[in-house]
């Protein structure tokens, strides 16, 4: 028991060291997303037009509120299946502008009403 005991502040440190490492290393990753979804918005800001960066602004807007769920942290009163079809329907917005802002017409992408209906089936 007194080898335990000896050992035992050994054994904390590396406990700390361990969580330490754990979470340098998530704030490291989460700082990197946050820098790639600046940058990919910054891309919509200078090369959209002014109905791709409106229909970007809903979806950037629709999307954080799913994530806030998801952590719990969502107000109490919150609507999931209203926040899930606002991301997908601004998610569906923005393809639309932004295909015809570069004028690509190849059809349509839109994937919301596929995603209800898939939810419903299954």
Do not use: Y
């Not at 919509?44 to 229909?55: E, F, K, M, R, Y």
């Not at 923005?94 to 009403?113: E, I, K, M, N």
């Amino acid at each position: 028991m007194t080898a335990f005991l000896n050992q035992l502040p050994a054994l904390m440190g590396v406990i700390v060291g361990v969580l330490g490492t754990l979470l340098t290393a998530r704030l490291n990753d989460r700082a990197q997303a946050d820098a790639q979804r600046t940058k990919a918005w910054e891309a919509v800001l200078l090369l959209g037009d002014a109905d791709t960066v409106a229909a970007a602004r809903e979806w950037r807007w629709a999307v954080p509120q799913l994530e806030r769920a998801a952590r719990g942290v969502a107000d109490d009163d919150f609507d999931r299946t209203a926040a899930v079809r606002r991301a997908d329907e601004g998610r569906d917005r923005f393809c639309v502008a932004a295909r015809a802002g570069l004028t690509v017409g190849s059809g349509d992408v839109a994937q919301a009403r596929w995603l209800t209906d898939r939810q419903m089936n299954s």
